[in-house]
């Protein structure tokens, strides 16, 4: 199975900072990342797909890159309704797993 | 506009058997995979199961293998959980969500979830 690792487990930034998670896989997965937002007891949301797509009605600060084992989802300006828990999902292989979260918190 | 609603979640004995439900709409259900995820208390997500637009592939995560049957029903526009023999860890909020983009899919949209307690 492949384990996903993003970092860090939490992170505090301010309005207007550029802010950037990582998600590493165990193994290679070529370019099937899928990265989530969660707000606080509300069901996840796709923002980006296959690494850097950027998911229609996402807002264009969000970006993702990456490939192979190291990908990475930035925030270029945060805005007040962007702190939440971010998850990245590798598609490569089943069973799909998930990274543990990053909380993005309020400075 | 795409919706899924879950339904059936509630307490229940360890052992014990629970139906969960997710009703769609707003697009052609039978032309998807669909899947359940699940989150347990202030943890992650965890894919769960998925199954084919037709029904004849189901796939599992190794923990519910042989307890847990995911099933849909395309003229109802409906998917379900079926939960065998529960235990504890299988506590948690369960999302049932449409795949999307072919072999490498991911998820989206998810609906608002369903919790499942599993204590005695």
């Known amino acids: 199975d492949i384990q996903m690792t993003q970092s860090p487990s939490s992170l505090y930034a301010s309005v207007g900072d550029r802010v950037t998670i990582t998600c590493r896989a165990s193994q290679s997965i070529s370019s099937y990342l899928n990265w989530y937002q969660q707000k606080s007891g509300k069901a996840p949301k796709l923002l980006i797909y296959t690494a850097s797509s950027l998911q229609s009605g996402v807002p264009s600060r969000f970006s993702g890159s990456g490939s192979g084992t190291d990908f990475t989802l930035t925030i270029s300006s945060l805005q007040p309704e962007d702190f939440a828990t971010y998850y990245c999902?590798?598609?490569?292989?089943?069973?799909?797993?998930f990274g543990q979260g990053t909380k993005l918190e309020i400075k | 506009e795409v919706q899924l609603v879950e339904s059936g979640g509630g307490l229940v004995q360890p052992g014990g058997s629970l139906r969960l439900s997710c009703a769609a709409s707003?697009?052609?259900?039978?032309?998807?995979?669909m899947s359940w995820v699940r989150q347990a208390p202030g943890k992650g997500l965890e894919w769960v199961a998925n199954?084919?637009?037709?029904?004849?592939?189901?796939y599992y995560v190794d923990s519910v293998k042989g307890r847990f049957t995911i099933s849909k029903d395309n003229a109802k526009n409906s998917l379900y959980l079926q939960m065998n023999s529960l235990r504890a860890e299988d506590t948690a909020v369960y999302y049932c969500a449409r795949v999307v983009g072919g072999s490498y899919y991911w998820f989206d949209p998810w609906g608002q979830g369903t919790l499942v307690t599993v204590s005695s």
């Open positions: 199954i084919k637009q037709d029904g004849t592939e189901k």
């Open positions: 999902q590798q598609s490569y292989s089943t069973p799909r797993s």
């Open positions: 707003g697009f052609t259900f039978s032309n998807y995979w």
